[in-house]
């Protein structure tokens, strides 16, 4: 039998969270935990965090030594601006997905050398495993056994193009030739979202001590939350593969509909569009 720890993420320090969240799914999960930064209150399930919001893998990292002996069975991660869809609880969280309890969950990857945009790869083109003053390298796979590890998934360690950096800002174009020599990543780097993931206790131990490697190293969370799943499980599975659509909002069009809601709360919850695992961003604050 299942036993789901609920881990809820804020980037920022934001207290007024917590009663709306616990309101929100209290009801649904019986094993609620808020992740805040220099959180300095007295309620028993906020544990505090210390990391740049940048690389909140570390959060998780931090979190998990508080939760490890506590039997959970799964860890259920989502943002403190996420709203997940109203019919999931932590009784019919499997079967509403289409996952199987073995199973990890990622909403999506992105291969950094078939990309036509250049988010992740300034970010993976800059990174170095080796630094001075620590020694996370030690704590991952070598560079063949991530290798190996990618080729499960199909994920190659392959160059990236030059096509995502030619526009009118000449710093881009400089950032790529200035780091030419490392167009492909002198470690395999895969990116994805990272604002929501479902990990078995099974592989947690693995994920969180490569998310507290990537921290160290001060790897963007899009590309370290992605990568350490890979590395850590052989069953991870995305959106694409299950019954619920990404709820992702990125663009002015995809968030046009929750116009409709009034900022209500209580309308979106009502109402909530019934093909989405998640809507994300909302702005709780700005929500009654």
């Given at each position: 039998?299942?036993?789901?720890?609920?881990?809820?993420?804020?980037?920022?320090?934001?207290?007024?969270?917590?009663?709306?969240?616990?309101?929100?799914?209290?009801?649904?999960?019986?094993?609620?935990?808020?992740?805040?930064?220099?959180?300095?209150?007295?309620?028993?399930?906020?544990?505090?965090?210390?990391?740049?919001?940048?690389?909140?893998?570390?959060?998780?990292?931090?979190?998990?030594?508080?939760?490890?002996?506590?039997?959970?069975?799964?860890?259920?991660?989502?943002?403190?601006?996420?709203?997940?869809?109203?019919?999931?609880?932590?009784?019919?969280?499997?079967?509403?997905?289409?996952?199987?309890?073995?199973?990890?969950?990622?909403?999506?990857?992105?291969?950094?050398?078939?990309?036509?945009?250049?988010?992740?790869?300034?970010?993976?083109?800059?990174?170095?495993?080796?630094?001075?003053?620590?020694?996370?390298?030690?704590?991952?796979?070598?560079?063949?056994?991530?290798?190996?590890?990618?080729?499960?998934?199909?994920?190659?360690?392959?160059?990236?193009?030059?096509?995502?950096?030619?526009?009118?800002?000449?710093?881009?174009?400089?950032?790529?030739?200035?780091?030419?020599?490392?167009?492909?990543?002198d470690y395999p780097l895969v990116g994805g979202y990272a604002d929501i993931a479902l990990i078995t206790a099974?592989?947690?131990?693995?994920?969180?001590?490569?998310?507290?490697?990537?921290?160290?190293?001060?790897?963007?969370?899009?590309?370290?939350?992605?990568?350490?799943?890979?590395?850590?499980?052989?069953?991870?599975?995305?959106?694409?593969?299950?019954?619920?659509?990404?709820?992702?909002?990125?663009?002015?069009?995809?968030?046009?509909?929750?116009?409709?809601?009034?900022?209500?709360?209580?309308?979106?919850?009502?109402?909530?569009?019934?093909?989405?695992?998640?809507?994300?961003?909302?702005?709780?604050?700005?929500?009654?």
């Open positions: 039998m299942s036993n789901i720890a609920l881990l809820i993420l804020y980037n920022h320090r934001y207290d007024k969270n917590i009663p709306v969240l616990e309101n929100l799914y209290s009801k649904r999960f019986s094993n609620i935990f808020h992740l805040i930064p220099f959180y300095d209150g007295d309620k028993d399930n906020v544990i505090p965090v210390y990391e740049h919001s940048w690389y909140f893998q570390g959060y998780i990292s931090q979190a998990y030594t508080h939760l490890k002996k506590k039997g959970f069975t799964h860890f259920f991660i989502v943002a403190d601006d996420m709203v997940l869809n109203p019919a999931l609880n932590e009784n019919n969280l499997f079967n509403e997905m289409g996952l199987a309890e073995d199973e990890c969950f990622l909403d999506y990857l992105h291969i950094l050398s078939k990309l036509d945009w250049r988010w992740y790869q300034l970010r993976a083109m800059k990174y170095k495993l080796k630094q001075r003053g620590v020694e996370a390298y030690r704590e991952l796979p070598s560079k063949e056994e991530a290798l190996v590890q990618f080729k499960k998934y199909g994920i190659p360690h392959a160059k990236m193009s030059i096509k995502p950096f030619l526009s009118s800002h000449l710093d881009y174009i400089f950032t790529y030739l200035v780091n030419y020599k490392r167009r492909i990543p099974e592989a947690m131990d693995k994920f969180t001590k490569y998310c507290g490697a990537f921290s160290a190293t001060k790897l963007f969370v899009e590309l370290a939350i992605p990568t350490a799943l890979v590395l850590s499980t052989d069953k991870l599975r995305l959106s694409k593969e299950l019954k619920f659509k990404s709820g992702a909002l990125w663009t002015p069009e995809e968030k046009a509909f929750l116009d409709n809601y009034n900022y209500s709360l209580d309308a979106l919850l009502k109402d909530f569009p019934k093909e989405r695992l998640f809507l994300h961003p909302i702005k709780l604050s700005q929500w009654k």
